[in-house]
């Protein structure tokens, strides 16, 4: 029920957006990985007033059976909204935009791993909105490939997203909910960093063909900078984890695990 | 959640749990009647919900939303507005919980969190009435477990209850068929809280606050909501067959009566401190 009142303009007559960034300027974003402690790897994004959290189980055995792939795993993504992330309240069953959401978050991650390494089995990444204010499949594909290597997937890369889209004839990197819902359209894509392939790309709105390919470029450059911010992530969560190891010998045991993946054993073994 | 009658159990681990529970110790060093740290966030969802809130009991996680929509009275009840709380057992909380529509334990959570809310009367649903008959407001109280290390009521009720404590939602009224809003806030209002307490049976000792680790070894558990007149306002005894005797069950209302007192005082202290 909370109140949502049409903007005015989303271009003020200085150039800026309704929250007063420049059309190039992203949202404030914060990640952090290894926020949940029962999953094998889990990471938090903050993307402005976007909240998710991503969680990784496995790879372990795939329920039901008839899903299994004989020569590689399973990635199955589940992309799901709280109730109460959104103005107004969403029904609690999965939605038909869930699902899809669900799927092309899948078909953005898979390029980056090697699923080839666990025949037959799966590997779970589970996705929760807590608040929604656009962006949220790219904020998710950004947490959960953060949530993959911090569960030890062996991966070619993070994956980072962006959306970009049209305002008042001005193209938006990040778009924030209201530009999405009142805008000219939206573009959410994904790219492999090291090589600039596109792993998500849709599209609503409309744009031109010379739109379409500039929007597409200030994406990558927006995701170049979303993948060192998650490369940033991942080095403070291990340094934090190797410092805890230092401290305090009694807790080897729950670091363990984790670091077999990033040191090999045989670096703990020395203590 | 708690029975795990199904799963393979580890008589070892129960072996071990009871040979420490003989000796007064549980595996994490905690009194019997000892809650694990609590920790309580208020208003996590401020853009988009109501009211909200994040409540860690030690590695158990649950996040609470709150929605307030507007809709009509149910007919035998035609001036009072409606409270419903749900919950869920994602899978992202816990590797034993599955994809799929709720099974059994999920729906036994989110009914043992709503009954504790509704039993109490805990929101007076009167004032949340905008015209007898046509028009009134609907309060969800929707939770989300986002870690599961045992006793998912609990930190469900605290949720539920401090999400509500925090919600802010606008006035409406009627005007020639129409709602408007008035322009004024309004909050949910809370007359009598009810906080549930969960205390489980393993062998022949009663603990407060299982871990998941206790609750896989665990006969039975019994869940007790006491409201802010200590009095008692849901039961439920779950988590497995085993029976509890009648001194068992007065020893474990003994347990709630004095901890629901820390966890009222606890709520009472952290909304002080957000305001």
């Known amino acids: ?271 | 959640m708690g029975d795990f009658s199904s799963e393979v159990i580890s008589q070892i681990d129960r072996r071990f749990m009871l040979d420490l529970l003989a000796k007064n110790e549980r595996v994490d060093g905690r009194a019997f009647d000892e809650y694990r740290e609590i920790q309580i966030e208020m208003d996590v969802v401020p853009a988009k919900a109501e009211g909200s809130a994040i409540v860690r009991i030690g590695d158990t996680t649950v996040v609470a939303g709150v929605k307030v929509l507007t809709g009509e009275p149910y007919s035998d009840n035609p001036d009072e507005g409606v409270v419903m709380v749900t919950a869920e057992m994602p899978p992202i909380a816990s590797p034993l919980f599955e994809l799929g529509p709720p099974k059994e334990d999920a729906i036994e959570l989110a009914r043992v969190v709503d009954r504790g809310v509704r039993e109490s009367e805990t929101v007076d649903v009167k004032k949340l009435c905008i015209e007898k008959g046509k028009s009134v407001y609907m309060v969800f109280v929707d939770i989300y477990p986002l870690e599961y290390d045992g006793n998912l009521i609990d930190a469900s009720s605290l949720a539920a209850n401090a999400a509500m404590m925090t919600s802010r939602f606008p006035e409406m009224k009627l005007e020639g068929g129409e709602l408007v809003q008035t322009g004024k806030e309004l909050e949910v209002p809370i007359q009598n809280m009810a906080i549930e307490c969960t205390v489980a049976r393993i062998g022949k000792h009663l603990v407060l606050d299982p871990t998941l680790r206790e609750e896989m070894v665990q006969d039975c558990r019994l869940t007790m909501a006491v409201d802010e007149k200590d009095n008692f306002t849901a039961l439920q005894k779950g988590g497995g067959v085993g029976p509890l005797s009648i001194e068992d069950i007065d020893h474990a209302m003994g347990i709630a009566l004095e901890r629901t007192k820390d966890l009222r005082t606890l709520l009472k202290r952290t909304i002080k401190g957000t305001d």
């Open chain 1, 1 to 271: 029920m909370s109140p949502e009142v049409k903007p005015d303009f989303l271009i003020s007559p200085e150039g800026l957006r309704v929250d007063g960034r420049r059309p190039d300027e992203m949202r404030p974003i914060q990640l952090e990985v290894g926020v949940l402690k029962q999953a094998d790897g889990s990471a938090l994004i903050r993307q402005g007033k976007t909240y998710i959290l991503a969680a990784v189980y496995g790879p372990r055995e795939l329920h039901p059976r008839h899903l299994t792939l004989n020569d590689r795993a399973y990635l199955r993504c589940v992309y799901r909204m709280a109730t109460f992330s959104v103005p107004d309240r969403k029904r609690p069953a999965p939605s038909r935009r869930e699902r899809e959401i669900s799927m092309v978050i899948s078909n953005a991650l898979q390029p980056a791993l090697f699923l080839e390494e666990f025949p037959r089995a799966v590997i779970d990444v589970f996705i929760q909105v807590i608040q929604a204010d656009g962006g949220t499949r790219c904020a998710a594909i950004n947490a959960a490939s953060l949530a993959l290597a911090d569960a030890g997937i062996p991966m070619k890369t993070l994956v980072p997203a962006v959306a970009v889209g049209k305002a008042d004839g001005q193209l938006l990197v990040d778009l924030g909910d209201e530009e999405d819902k009142y805008g000219q359209g939206d573009i959410p894509m994904a790219i492999l960093p090291d090589t600039g392939e596109i792993t998500l790309l849709q599209q609503d709105g409309s744009f031109t063909r010379e739109e379409l390919l500039e929007a597409i470029q200030l994406g990558i450059n927006a995701m170049k900078y979303i993948h060192e911010l998650q490369k940033d992530a991942l080095k403070r969560a291990y340094a934090k984890r190797v410092s805890e190891l230092d401290e305090d010998d009694d807790e080897d045991d729950d670091y363990e695990d984790d670091l077999e993946t990033d040191l090999g054993e045989s670096d703990l073994m020395e203590e």
